[in-house]
C-alpha cells in the first residue's frame, strides 16, 4: 500500500474499488478534525520530482531515474504508453495518447470521451493486460516496490508522483517523454493565461485580501477541506486567494486535504467557499445537508453569496482540466 502522499483528488470514482478507496483515504485518520502527515517520500522526490536522465548519443534508449529512485532505462520516443495514475490529463497536454489507463480516475472528466478508446487496465494495474497492450513505458503513480517489480518484466516502468505541482509534473513529464519543449511552451501559455485571469478578476472587484476554501465530502457523512490538489492549487497560486490560518497551518504539514467536524467548519472557511459536489449519492445526500442546516447558513460567505458549486471530477489537478479551470473560475465568480 502506498502511503507516500494522502490522496483525495478524485475520492468518489475511486470508491467503486474498495482497494482504490483504502488508498485514497490511508492516510486519514478514522476521527474527525484529524491531520495526518505522509511518511518521507523518497530522497528523489526532494528535488520536487525532477528527473535525472543521462542519455548516450545515437541511442535508442537512457537512462532516467524515477520518483522512487530507481534507474531505469527508458526509449527516447516511446509509442505505447501505459499510464496509471489520477493526472492522466497531463499526457494529453503534451499531445500524447496512451494505450493504456485506469479508465476509473477519469470516469466525469472534461476529457473522458477523448479517451474512450483507451484500455482500461483496471486497479491495481493488471500485468496481463500490459502484456497485451505490448507497452515500450509503463509510468505508475505509486511507490509499491512489489507492483513494481512484476511491471518492470513486461516493459521499462517508472514511479511519477502525481500529486507533485502542475510545473513539477509537466517539466518531468517532458524530460521523461522527449517532450521537452512541448511542456515548456505548455507551461509558459498556462502561466501567462491564469495571470491574466487573476488580472481580470482584480479588476471585476474581487479582492486581493480575500480569502478562499475547498470543500467535499466523502460517503459515511466524511467532510475534507481540500489543501493541496485540484482547484486549490489554482485558488492558492501566485496572484490568487489567500488561505485562511487553519488551512495554512495545515498545508504546511505536508498533507493535501483534512477531515473535519461539522463544528469546526466556521474555523476552516474562508471569505469564498468552493464546494466540489461528489459522484456519490451518499455524498450528495452530506452535502444537502449541510447546506440546509444553520450552521452553514450562518457562515459570511453563505451570507454573501459567495458560494461556487463545481463538480469534483471538472476540477482535477491535471494539465488538461486545470487549463479548462482559467475559463471556469471567472464564470464561478462573476454569476450574479
Keep these: 500500500m502506498n502511503k507516500q502522499k494522502n490522496r483525495l483528488t478524485q475520492p468518489w470514482k475511486l470508491m467503486m474499488l474498495a482497494a482504490v478507496a483504502a488508498l485514497a483515504l490511508s492516510a486519514c485518520g478514522n476521527e474527525t478534525n484529524s491531520v495526518t502527515k505522509p511518511s518521507a517520500s523518497p530522497e528523489v522526490a526532494s528535488n520536487g520530482g525532477k528527473a535525472e536522465v543521462t542519455e548516450n548519443e545515437g541511442s535508442a534508449v537512457r537512462m532516467f531515474k524515477d520518483w522512487g529512485g530507481h534507474d531505469v532505462e527508458v526509449p ?34 472534461v476529457f473522458e470521451e477523448r479517451m ?15 502484456i497485451e497492450l505490448d507497452a515500450d513505458l509503463i509510468i505508475v503513480a505509486n511507490n509499491d516496490e512489489e507492483q513494481y517489480q512484476k511491471l518492470s518484466k513486461v516493459a521499462p516502468t517508472v514511479t511519477f ?5 502542475l510545473p513539477e509534473r509537466m517539466a518531468t513529464l517532458g524530460e521523461l517523454l522527449g517532450k521537452e519543449k512541448e511542456a515548456q ?13 487573476w488580472k481580470s478578476l482584480r479588476a471585476s472587484g474581487v479582492s486581493e485580501d480575500e480569502t478562499a476554501s475547498v470543500i467535499t465530502f466523502y460517503p459515511g457523512n466524511r467532510l475534507f477541506i481540500m489543501l493541496a490538489a485540484g482547484l486549490p492549487q489554482l485558488l492558492y497560486s501566485e496572484g490568487g486567494f489567500k488561505m485562511t490560518e487553519p488551512i495554512k497551518s495545515s498545508i504546511s504539514e505536508g498533507v493535501g486535504f483534512v477531515e473535519i467536524s461539522m463544528e469546526k ?20 445526500g452530506d452535502t444537502k445537508a449541510l447546506i440546509d442546516s444553520a450552521l452553514w447558513k450562518g457562515l459570511p460567505a453563505v451570507k454573501n453569496g459567495y458560494v461556487y458549486e463545481l463538480p469534483i471530477n471538472k476540477a482535477s489537478s491535471d494539465a488538461t482540466s486545470r487549463q479548462l479551470l482559467l475559463d471556469e473560475l471567472p464564470q464561478l465568480l462573476m454569476k450574479p
Design 185 to 197: 511552451e505548455w507551461l509558459e501559455k498556462y502561466k501567462q493565461q491564469e495571470t491574466e485571469m
Design 76 to 109: 527516447n520516443d516511446p509509442k505505447r504508453i501505459v499510464f496509471h495514475g489520477e493526472t492522466t490529463g497531463d499526457l494529453l497536454a503534451l499531445g500524447i495518447m496512451p494505450v493504456g489507463i485506469m479508465q476509473a480516475s477519469i470516469s466525469g472528466a
Design 116 to 130: 474512450a478508446n483507451v484500455e482500461d487496465v483496471g486497479f491495481p494495474l493488471n500485468v496481463e493486460k500490459a
Design 265 to 284: 467548519l466556521p474555523e476552516f472557511v474562508g471569505d469564498r467557499i468552493f464546494v466540489l459536489t461528489p459522484e456519490s449519492e451518499e455524498a450528495k
Design 161 to 165: 508522483d502525481t500529486f507533485a505541482t
